[in-house]
């Protein structure tokens, strides 16, 4: 005998309630795609510096241990100490600083990197023109530059000092601010002190050696991938909280999204499910029913949000440049996981609803 597959006919008996349903579970999805996404994005943009300057240890002001919201003042001469160690293979100051720049009537707020010309530290790629060279020219990230329509040859005033646009960095915009590259001299008469630096980069194939080194004679000395961490953790604490509760948000939507629907299917067609008791099914057997509906749905949905988060990404991409959004294969799977849990909560209420229906509900005129 043929089994009827009642689970999947009262699914789709309505199309449109359906669609609504796979619909809303999809944009609940695209919004934990999105926000996981942008979540390792934010990380990456953390440590967009570290991975771009090529260094293996930074020599950073005693106390300092991040190049995001740690503000480090070194003398000059650190970076001949650091040469001195016969392992070091090359060391270069990096002075930075956060300035505020009027342009087209908006306050920006990007970090100034100030590096010696030749030497490691300062811009990595450029989308068109050359480094610095000059103290009075300047590199500003390709996205600022767009956004307020400078080109090469256009004139920007940092700090009373006016500075000749040269180049268009990319790559380059960090966790939240982007990066403007100029010499080390030009940030010294911006801050108008001399003989300073923020940061000496070092490069070494013996680290470990160097560092300890380094470390005896008085200098605070960090490996890359400590700067790195510090980097996320000032990132991750300051927008932690809020993308979690906003991927809490999306799962609860999803969730009620799914259990609306197939709560409703089942309570539309009570009657069928008691000719079906009547018959000989058991609550078990109805408890999978629901759970069948539930899945069938999340699955759906899970799909749609796929489509809806190549399409959002796109969106804000193209509107927010700034913004990396990073889709990986964890943030697939934990999507996946997501819409999973979503359903088998979900299906607790039309659940129990079916494993209580009573087969008198079969010869009832109404639901």
Avoid: C
């Avoid at 000989?280 to 057997?285: C, D, N, Q, W, Y």
């Avoid at 899945?295 to 700034?322: D, E, K, M, Y």
Wanted: proline letters at 4%.
């Amino acid at each position: 005998m043929r089994s009827v597959p009642l689970g999947r006919r009262n699914l789709l008996a309505d199309h449109r309630r359906l669609a609504a349903g796979v619909v809303g579970v999809g944009l609940a999805v695209m919004l934990i795609l999105l926000l996981d996404g942008m979540w390792a994005g934010l990380r990456d943009q953390a440590t967009l510096y570290t991975d771009r300057a090529g260094a293996d240890l930074y020599v950073l002001q005693p106390g300092v241990r991040d190049l995001t919201a740690g503000t480090s003042t070194l003398p000059l001469s650190t970076v001949d100490t650091v040469r001195a160690d016969p392992e070091v293979t090359w060391a270069a100051p990096v002075r930075s600083a956060y300035v505020v720049l009027e342009l087209h009537g908006s306050k920006v707020a990007p970090q100034v990197i100030g590096s010696v010309p030749a030497q490691r530290g300062g811009v990595w790629s450029l989308a068109a023109g050359r480094a610095p060279v000059a103290d009075d020219e300047i590199v500003p990230d390709h996205i600022l530059a767009d956004r307020h329509g400078l080109g090469i040859g256009e004139r920007i005033e940092v700090a009373g000092r006016r500075f000749r646009v040269v180049g268009l960095a990319d790559h380059s915009y960090g966790f939240m601010i982007p990066y403007v590259f100029v010499t080390h001299a030009a940030v010294d008469q911006v801050a108008g002190t001399q003989g300073k630096t923020s940061v000496v980069l070092v490069g070494t194939d013996q680290p470990t050696a160097v560092a300890q080194r380094l470390r005896h004679q008085g200098l605070n000395v960090l490996t890359r991938e400590q700067v790195a961490a510090n980097n996320v953790h000032v990132a991750t604490g300051i927008f932690g909280s809020p993308m979690r509760m906003m991927v809490g948000v999306g799962f609860a939507a999803g969730t009620l999204v799914i259990a609306l629907t197939a709560y409703t299917a089942i309570v539309e067609r009570r009657r069928e499910y008691g000719i079906v008791k009547a018959m000989g099914a058991t609550g078990r057997r109805l408890v999978g029913l629901a759970m069948t509906q539930t899945l069938a749905l999340a699955g759906l949905g899970l799909v749609a949000g796929g489509l809806f988060f190549v399409a959002g990404r796109a969106v804000l991409v193209a509107s927010r440049p700034q913004f990396t959004v990073v889709l990986t294969t964890g943030s697939l799977g934990r999507a996946a996981l997501a819409a999973t849990v979503m359903a088998l909560v979900a299906a607790m209420i039309p659940a129990r609803r079916l494993a209580s229906v009573e087969p008198a509900a079969a010869y009832r005129s109404a639901p």
